[in-house]
């Protein structure tokens, strides 16, 4: 626990800066005080953004209790200031597992009426330990897709207590935090780590979706050679028509300089295919779980590892060849990097803070998954372009009577 607090202040307030949709709830909140009396569990990557919006719910009148959601993402200036400025923060870079899930209990063990999560982990764990029996917990929010895929399982399986509502799928949050923010701090985190030039590399990145879309352009813009692996022929296709090279990961891996996997899948870079990659290739993961690259494997087949650089292993096979593991295949962006820029979570927190107040004014919802309401998301998207100095156009009453009739 190194954090700078002054340093962490300064982080927040340039963050601050940047997240001008944030600050205008802020504002409002701060003089309406929704969260009055409302504790919150807030398990979320420890960012200068993350401040931003703890900060938000505070002025809110909150008491909020703020866990990471990777043990290895926390920027530890930040979560220094933010205790500073009395906000309950257990969290610091480079958790153990028991550390990490012992913070989440350590925040559940406040009786919190609304979980903020992202990947999923406090939601589980509030079900496992059915925290839900001893205090009442409106519910919860979601900010990522791996955690929208485990509480559809869990809502399949019959066992979800509470009401989630799936920030993620905001309009205003996906197409911009999954794709350029992901897209921008990947990158980001790669040249951090290792100094390589982009242009003339070739860079594989394995899955298509809105991450891997983002991944694949900034990749593109750089001047690399893009290739995608993917198991969606859908998706398969939208790269291939979108100007990318398709093959499977088998393929790939012979060719490949800088891997980077964004599926939300386990094994989506197999021990077989690291074998088989030219020595010195890269691996760097964005995906939510530390399970797309087989770390495992590699670890345990591995004739040395030793870290060259912060959280940069250079694994030598059994092959003789040596890889670079970067962040121990966790995401590279928050463990290498600064995680998104502040100006797309600018559109995230401002959802996760207008969806708490959504759930605060509703609080006898049954147990289920829930979208954010079309008005949060379309005030976001309309506040943000009204932010950016973008002036668009307005339906006309003639066009809207068009649209809604059947007459040709
Ligand atoms: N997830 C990705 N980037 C992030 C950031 N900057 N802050 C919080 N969560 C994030």
Redesign the pocket.
């Known amino acids: 626990m190194t954090g700078n607090i002054e340093l962490g202040i300064k982080k927040i307030d340039w ?1 601050k800066r940047l997240m001008p949709v944030l600050s205008k709830v802020r504002e409002r909140f701060a003089s309406e005080r929704p969260f009055e009396n409302v504790v919150f569990s807030v398990t ?7 401040a931003n ?1 703890v900060e938000t719910l505070r002025d809110g009148g909150a008491k909020v209790y703020l866990t990471p ?1 990777n043990p290895l ?1 926390t920027d530890d200036d930040v979560a220094e200031a933010l205790k500073s400025k009395g906000v309950e923060v257990r969290a610091w870079r480079g958790m153990s597992m028991d550390e990490y899930f012992g913070a989440i209990d350590w925040a559940h063990s406040h009786s919190p009426s609304i979980l903020i999560d ?1 990947g999923a982990d406090s939601i589980i764990r509030a079900h496992e330990k059915n925290i839900m029996s001893k205090n009442r917990v409106y519910g919860a929010l979601e ?2 897709t791996t955690g929208v895929i485990r509480i559809r399982a869990l809502e399949k399986a019959g066992r979800l207590m509470i009401p989630v509502f799936f920030v993620n799928e905001a309009q205003s949050k996906k197409l911009f ?1 999954n794709r350029y ?2 897209g921008q ?1 990947s990158v980001d985190g790669i040249i951090r780590a290792t100094s390589i030039l982009f242009a003339g590399k070739k860079v594989v990145v394995c899955g298509y979706g809105l991450v891997g879309k983002g991944v694949a352009n900034r990749a593109r813009g750089l001047g690399a050679s893009v290739i995608v692996t993917e198991v969606s022929p859908i998706r398969a296709l939208e790269a291939v028509m979108d100007g990318f090279t398709v093959m499977p990961i088998g393929e790939a891996a012979k060719v490949g300089d800088v891997f980077i996997t964004a599926t939300g899948n386990v094994k989506a870079i197999p021990y077989e295919a690291v074998t088989v990659m030219k020595d010195g290739a890269i691996l760097a993961n964005v995906g939510h779980f530390d399970v797309e690259i087989d770390v495992a494997t590699l670890y345990r087949e591995a004739k040395s590892i030793n870290e060259v650089k912060p959280f940069v292993e250079e694994i030598v096979l059994p092959n003789g060849r040596r890889v670079y593991l970067l962040a121990k295949g966790r ?1 590279v ?2 463990v290498l990097a ?5 100006d ?2 600018d559109m ?2 401002s959802n996760q803070a207008l969806v708490s107040e959504h759930l605060v004014k509703h609080k006898g919802l049954t147990p289920g998954v829930y979208p954010v309401p079309e008005e949060i998301d379309m005030l976001v998207a309309s506040t943000k372009l009204r932010t950016m100095g973008v002036e668009i156009d307005e339906l006309t009453d003639e066009q809207k009577e068009y649209l809604s009739s059947w007459k040709t």
């Open positions: 963050a979320l990557h420890v960012t200068k953004e993350t919006l959601a993402s992202d900010e990522t935090d923010g992901t701090s995401v962006n928050l600064e995680g998104h820029p502040p797309v979570m995230s927190f």
